[in-house]
Every structure is written in structure tokens, then in C-alpha cells.
T-cell receptor, first 109, second 112 residues
Framework: GQNIDQPTEMTATEGAIVQINCTYQTSGFNGLFWYQQHAGEAPTFLSY??LDGLEEKGRFSSFLSRSKGYSYLLLKELQMKDSASYLCAVMDSNYQLIWGAGTKLIIKP | DAGITQSPRYKITETGRQVTLMCHQTWSHSYMFWYRQDLGHGLRLIYY???????DKGEVPDGYVVSRSKTENFPLTLESATRSQTSVYFC???????????FGNGTRLTVT
């Protein structure tokens, strides 16, 4: 079956760096997405990786290793507003999105 | 303003009632999706549509019906609501099959 694994919850301190991991097993691969979802709100797109390597976008970076079925989202200089759930989703060979259950990130002052 | 809007934002209905959740997008995106989100689960796809008059079942389609007579609208109907359909429902759209999804603000549905 197809599966996405990510930690349920993580805690970090304001100003620090946190890495949220995502491992996947899917039928084929057509890209990996990261979304941010604040409590009570809709998910919003953060990043897309289809080739191996690191994509940087301001304080957020996303890394992909297709051979290992692994990605991470790196958040630097954490701010209180980064408290949210982070959703990893992989697009399989049929262009269907497989979603992880999300990682709830708690930022402490 | 361009965007994707869902209505209503909140809905309480009784078991056995029919209820329709609306979704409207102004980007002329080809692809539209309906998801439900429950605690402990990732987003689960109910139905999707690649174009007007083309719809397909997702992971959890039972008890739901969709239609897409116009590109911009993609209503979701619960024909006879059950308590297990209490959830937050998100509509989303994308321009191509592998472009990022744009989500509506969601409808929180409670079935009593």
C-alpha cells in the first residue's frame, strides 16, 4: 500500500531551527509537496520538490531524496506564527496525492 | 476577487437529511477536489474532477455525490447524512494535474 509517515507533534523554541521529516512509500513519484495549516484554517502551499536536493525559500527549505523515499522541511529563525501543522503529500504515478497525517509544530517562547 | 470560496462555513444537520456543500473558483482551473479532514487522518479525497462533466471517485466516495456542469462550480452533496460524515470539508483547485492545490476555507459539518 501507499504510505506517508511524519511525526505527529514536535516542539521547538522561538528563534531556533526545526526539521520535520517525511518518509514515503508510493506507487511511482511525481513530486512531493509541503503545506502549512494553521488551526481552523485551510492548508496553504509551501514547497514542491520533484528532483533530489534542497529548495530554499526564505526561512523555509525543503529537501528530497527520491532513492531514500525521504524529505524534510527545515524552518529557520522560528517565529510564534510558525505554530501550525505541516502536511507532507506525495504525488504518485497516477498523479494522485497521498497525504501524511501532518506534524503539529508547537513553538515556545 | 479571484479565489476559491466554499459555503456554508458551518452547517449542522440531522441524520438522514440531504445537504449540499458549495464550491466556486474564479481561476478557471481545470482540476477541482473535495477532501474531508478528521483528527488522526490525513486529508482524504472524496471526489475529484479534471474538467467540466468529468468526475472521478477518490478514496472515500460512499455517501457522497458530485457534479460539475460548469468549470467554476463543484458542489458536493450528502444524499442522506450520517454521523460518520461529521467532518471538515475542503474544496481545492489546481490548474494542472501536478500543480499545487489552492484550498477553500472549509465547511465544518456536524451531523446530529
Amino acid at each position: 500500500g501507499q504510505n506517508i509517515d511524519q511525526p505527529t507533534e514536535m516542539t521547538a523554541t522561538e528563534g531556533a531551527i526545526v526539521q520535520i521529516n517525511c518518509t514515503y512509500q508510493t506507487s511511482g513519484f511525481n513530486g512531493l509537496f509541503w503545506y502549512q495549516q494553521h488551526a481552523g484554517e485551510a492548508p496553504t502551499f509551501l514547497s514542491y520538490n520533484v528532483l533530489d536536493g534542497l529548495e530554499e525559500k526564505g526561512r523555509f527549505s525543503s529537501f528530497l531524496s527520491r532513492s531514500k523515499g525521504y524529505s524534510y522541511l527545515l524552518l529557520k529563525e522560528l517565529q510564534m506564527k510558525d505554530s501550525a501543522s505541516y502536511l507532507c503529500a506525495v504525488m504518485d504515478s497516477n498523479y494522485q496525492l497521498i497525504w501524511g497525517a501532518g506534524t503539529k509544530l508547537i513553538i515556545k517562547p | 476577487d479571484a479565489g476559491i470560496t466554499q459555503s456554508p462555513r458551518y452547517k449542522i444537520t440531522e441524520t438522514g437529511r440531504q445537504v449540499t456543500l458549495m464550491c466556486h473558483q474564479t481561476w478557471s482551473h481545470s482540476y477541482m477536489f473535495w477532501y474531508r479532514q478528521d483528527l488522526g487522518h490525513g486529508l482524504r479525497l472524496i471526489y475529484y474532477s479534471a474538467a467540466a462533466d468529468i468526475t472521478d471517485k477518490g478514496e472515500v466516495p460512499d455517501g457522497y455525490v458530485v457534479s460539475r456542469s460548469k468549470t467554476e462550480n463543484f458542489p458536493l452533496t450528502l444524499e442522506s447524512a450520517t454521523r460518520s460524515q461529521t467532518s471538515v470539508y475542503f474544496c481545492a483547485s489546481s490548474g494542472t494535474e501536478n500543480s499545487p492545490l489552492h484550498f477553500g476555507n472549509g465547511t465544518r459539518l456536524t451531523v446530529t
